[in-house]
Nanobody, 121 residues
Framework: QVQLVESGGGLVQPGGSLRLSCAVS????????MAWYRQAPGKQREQVAA???????NYLDSVKGRFSISRDNTKNTVDLRMSSLKPDDTAVYYC???????????????WGQGTQVTVSS
């Protein structure tokens, strides 16, 4: 069972920066996609950024140019660097791992417990 543990959330002023980190309990074998989602109160969970095992990344339009997702294979972590934060970025941020199916393995999906990010003056 893969476990994901997020850290790095907190309170930040508008225009500030934060780095979220997701520790993955074991090495993942390709193909997989690591992603960060967020859920604000009263809203649906949305994917903020994703990074495939092949190195392809994509971002929610509203965070392009401000957020960056990266992976450190030696530490087994996936980071989300956030800058120029806005009050609309306030949400619980979740780490997600999707293990994609192959000819010999089934698809699996894992979630972290979430970390709160609050952008407020």
């Amino acid at each position: 069972q893969v476990q994901l543990v997020e850290s790095g959330g907190g309170l930040v002023q508008p225009g500030g920066s934060l780095r979220l980190s997701c520790a993955v309990s074991e090495r993942l074998f390709p193909p997989y996609v690591m992603a960060w989602y967020r859920q604000a109160p009263g809203k649906q969970r949305e994917q903020v950024a994703a990074l495939s095992s092949g190195g392809t990344s994509n971002y929610l339009d509203s965070v392009k140019g401000r957020f960056s997702i990266s992976r450190d294979n030696t530490k087994n972590t996936v980071d989300l660097r956030m800058s120029s934060l806005k009050p609309d970025d306030t949400a619980v941020y979740y780490c997600n791992a999707k293990i994609l199916p192959t000819t010999t393995t089934q698809a699996r999906e894992y979630w972290g417990q979430g970390t709160q990010v609050t952008v407020s003056s």
